[in-house]
């Protein structure tokens, strides 16, 4: 009897360690999909589609079942586990323009400009500059002891995270808060087009400049798409890349292989 329930235990503990090496692996399984594109300035003012690249973007720390491009060319994103997936090569000064939605009330999201597309051991998100998509009930859900959040995180704020330093162009801590409350909820499209150049990062939303950061430390680097809890369509996703500018060695991220 003793010998039965030994060989029970050692089987669980076999089994339980099986399992967890699994949930590791799968959160850092190696795989690549292509969504949205690329060109230069030139082409886009030519009117030129020809010479437009695909973006390749590579996994850092979610699994390959959260991301799915569908029939429509949408990308969606389960939510689960939280993490990024960066794209394949760095941007410096940029125009993206991106179309997204969430699906659930109070969803959480992002995009990271100028990451460093590797995040600390023991954290879910890398570095860069944060360009939130938050659900508009996001401040109901997470209110505390009753008192709704600010309503400034769900209208696009943007920061400086991971040591990347920022100066806000409408301070909210170290945060900067849109000047407008533009962002729509649940199920309905919203639009950024986010002006990255020098270090100085523009952010319209649907139609209207609204918010921006300045000084950024770190001015060249990854894109990183987030995956936060829910899920979350993008569509339209698209990146026009201006000439370059003088940025060093210090202000650029290192590169992934």
């Given at each position: ?18 399992a ?31 010479e437009?690249?695909?973006?390749k ?7 390959k ?25 760095q ?5 993206l323009?991106?179309?997204?939605r969430h ?21 879910e998100?890398?570095d860069?500059?944060?360009i ?32 990347v330093?920022?100066?806000?162009d409408?301070?909210?801590?170290e945060?900067s ?5 533009r ?7 919203n ?39 829910a899920?979350i ?25």
């Amino acid at each position: 009897m003793k010998k039965l329930k030994k060989s029970i235990v050692l089987n669980v503990f076999v089994l339980f360690i099986i399992a967890t090496h699994s949930v590791c692996y799968a959160q850092h399984e190696a795989f690549e999909f292509e969504f949205g594109t690329s060109t230069t300035l030139e082409n886009s003012l030519s009117g030129s589609s020809e010479e437009d690249s695909k973006i390749k973007w590579i996994n850092v720390n979610t699994v390959k079942k959260g991301w799915t491009v569908n029939d429509e060319g949408v990308l969606v994103n389960l939510g689960h586990p939280i993490g990024v997936v960066r794209s394949e090569k760095q941007y410096e000064n940029f125009i993206l323009h991106v179309e997204w939605r969430h699906m659930e009330a109070g969803g959480n999201s992002g995009v990271f400009a100028w990451s460093n597309g590797n995040p600390e051991e023991g954290k879910e998100l890398p570095d860069g500059v944060e360009i939130q998509m938050l659900e508009l009930d996001w401040v109901n859900i997470n209110a505390k002891d009753g008192v709704q959040q600010p309503i400034a995180y769900v209208h696009g704020e943007v920061w400086g995270v991971g040591g990347v330093v920022t100066v806000p162009d409408n301070p909210r801590g170290e945060r900067s808060k849109s000047i407008e409350n533009r962002a729509l909820g649940k199920g309905i499209w919203n639009t950024y087009d986010v002006v990255c150049v020098d270090g100085v990062i523009k952010l319209s939303v649907n139609g209207k400049f609204v918010n921006g950061i300045s000084k950024s430390t770190q001015k060249k680097g990854y894109l990183c798409l987030e995956s936060e809890g829910a899920e979350i369509h993008f569509r339209n996703f698209k990146v026009i890349e201006l000439p370059p500018g003088v940025t060093s060695s210090e202000q650029t991220a290192p590169i992934l292989k």
